[in-house]
Structure formats: structure tokens, C-alpha cells
């Protein structure tokens, strides 16, 4: 599990450095990503730079994550801390723009020969 931690460590690293192509190398062509704005997913690594592209054109979202297990179903669990800014690196009014607030969140991930395949968003709670 340590490559794969090291794999979304530099994920994290590369989102919050804005480095669309250094994320996008990590993950399968046929990726599905889930939507934190609208819901859903986005499928294929275009459909994940045109979303990120929108959403950074709207919001400045930095996400840290804390911890790493694995999931009984295999997958990778990664705690994460989501801060989310307007532009000017202000917090957002109401905390609820765009589906996006500060919050702890549950990321899960599912790797297929060393790639991201699948990505969720979880809500935790304690």
C-alpha cells in the first residue's frame, strides 16, 4: 500500500499546486471522478481537466489529506481537510457555493494497475 499512498500523496500535491497534466498521469483513461459541484461523476481524463478547469475558474479549493487505510473492499480511505477560497484566497460567504465548503471529508479511491480508476467523495462524520 505504501506506492499507492506515495501515488495520491503526490495527487494531493499536484491539485493544490494547480498541475492538471502532473494529477491527470495518474489516472486510467476511463477514470471516473466524482463531481464535488454538481454531483455525479466525470468520465475520462479530459472530462477531469475541463471540470477542474471550471471549478478553479470559480473557486480555490486546497485539500490536505491526514490519514490513509485501506477499505475492507480494497479500496484506499484518505481523510482529507477541504478548504475552499474565493479567488482573492477570501472564504467563501455561506460556505456552501458550488456544492464546495471547509469540512473534513472522505476521499476513496480505487487504483487499477497503479493508476486511479474510480474516485468518491464521502461525508464523515464522527
Do not use: C
Amino acid at each position: 500500500m505504501d506506492d499507492e499512498i506515495k501515488i495520491l500523496e503526490r495527487i494531493y500535491d499536484r491539485f493544490n499546486a494547480r498541475d492538471i497534466d502532473g494529477v491527470l498521469t495518474a489516472l486510467t483513461d476511463d477514470v471516473a471522478w466524482a463531481n464535488g459541484m454538481d454531483g455525479g461523476h466525470v468520465h475520462g481524463r479530459e472530462a477531469v481537466r475541463a471540470y477542474w478547469t471550471r471549478q478553479w475558474s470559480m473557486v480555490s479549493p486546497r485539500v490536505e489529506p491526514v490519514g490513509f487505510h485501506r477499505t475492507a473492499d480494497g479500496a484506499i480511505f484518505a481523510e482529507v481537510r477541504q478548504s475552499v477560497r474565493d479567488l482573492a484566497g477570501n472564504p467563501l460567504q455561506g460556505q456552501a457555493t458550488h456544492g464546495l465548503q471547509d469540512k473534513t471529508v472522505g476521499h476513496v479511491f480505487r487504483l487499477r494497475e497503479g493508476k486511479v480508476a474510480r474516485f468518491d467523495i464521502q461525508d464523515v462524520t464522527w
